[in-house]
């Protein structure tokens, strides 16, 4: 009795401890639940630009420089103003031009005197050989004379334009409307032909913006330029040093000829009004260019994004479970990135918790935690 006894504990312990060894491995094999926090994936407009360094530019100007010698003796205009075409700014000392311009339409008056003379004798001398009552000899020196008299008028004229074009030269006047700098000379100042600056006249309104943009860019530049934007079309966009934004809007204006070779970078320019007379050339700024991928898009937030060998994914939610989903990405906007292709827009994507999810893991779906507040 006492070894049946003994065989049925000894065979209830063997139970026993396979029965907890059992309930051990089950509990081993059990993965809970992750816990994540999740965001609902829509179509949203996204309008985000991108930026370019940038420099104001007159569309024109022009330094002036005096084309004649002599001391000033006239100054014009206030600096810094606004002068309109033709307006007189400066003046050379003009008394010696003014009396060099006299002297030619003098001699023009001579030559052309002497030419009536010539032509005269020329003419006289002419009937008489038709009549055979002169010598060919004084008929030969009188066309000769005639055709020398014909050539101190053309000389004469010649002088006469080049001393108008130096008394013309003498007055200094603007070359279009615009605004002129601070003067390089003041009055009596002696200038020299060609070389001495005298001032730089440009124009205000509109002004150019100029930017460089990379090659690959330049196809899409080209489809902006020949797009027809309107006065009021927010695809350029301008902020000023003090990152205030301008109240007008741009279009493209001038693509450079060429790609520079060692940077790989081509000028643009864009147009914009200036009414204000805010923008000076020399004004640095910044142009914001409206992305390509503006517009209704599908954006999620980055964070949602895991990476994996240079290919990116998601985790959309089926009833208590996750599928992973392959997405093509677009540009980032602020703390979001565009999905071009992986997702329809109606899913439900994992925002936190995807570092512990695989293809196919259940989850249970928690109350994104409230950020602490900071005194």
Request: some cysteine.
């Amino acid at each position: 009795m006492y070894k049946i006894t003994h065989i049925i504990i000894h065979f209830a312990l063997i139970a026993g401890l396979l029965s907890c060894s059992g309930n051990t491995a089950n509990k081993k094999t059990e993965v809970p639940a992750v816990p994540v926090t999740v965001t609902n994936v829509r179509l949203t407009k996204a309008i985000f630009y991108n930026l370019y360094p940038a420099n104001i530019a007159a569309l024109k100007e022009v330094e002036l420089r005096g084309q004649v010698g002599g001391y000033i003796t006239g100054i014009y205009f206030i600096e810094g103003k606004e002068v309109h075409s033709g307006e007189k700014l400066y003046e050379i000392d003009r008394r010696k031009y003014e009396a060099t311009y006299k002297e030619a339409q003098s001699n023009v008056k001579i030559a052309e005197a002497n030419l009536e003379k010539v032509q005269r004798d020329a003419n006289r001398y002419t009937d008489l050989a038709s009549q055979d009552a002169v010598a060919k000899q004084l008929l030969d020196n009188s066309i000769t004379d005639l055709e020398n008299a014909k050539q101190q008028v053309d000389a004469a004229n010649s002088e006469l334009i080049k001393a108008k074009t130096d008394f013309d030269y003498s007055l200094i006047n603007s070359p279009f409307d615009g605004t002129i700098g601070f003067s390089g000379v003041r009055l009596g100042t002696l200038i020299t032909p060609g070389q001495t600056l005298l001032n730089t006249v440009s124009s205000d309104d509109p002004m150019g913006v100029d930017f460089e943009i990379s090659e690959t860019e330049l196809s899409r530049f080209r489809q902006l330029e020949n797009a027809g934007i309107s006065a009021n079309d927010t695809t350029f966009k301008i902020t000023l040093p003090d990152n205030s934004t301008y109240p007008f809007f741009g279009k493209i204006s001038v693509i450079d000829r060429a790609v520079d070779q060692q940077t790989g970078t081509i000028r643009v320019r864009i147009t914009v009004p200036n009414h204000e007379k805010i923008l000076k050339p020399g004004m640095s700024c910044k142009v914001l260019v409206l992305n390509a991928y503006a517009g209704q898009q599908i954006l999620i937030p980055f964070e949602t994004v895991l990476e994996q060998l240079s290919e990116y994914f998601v985790y959309i939610i089926k009833d208590k479970n996750v599928q992973q989903v392959k997405v093509s990405l677009g540009p980032r906007v602020n703390s979001n990135v565009i999905v071009l292709k992986g997702l329809k827009g109606d899913e439900t994507i994992v925002v936190d918790g995807i570092q512990k999810l695989h293809d196919g893991s259940e989850i249970t779906i928690a109350q994104p935690q409230k950020q602490q507040q900071h005194n």
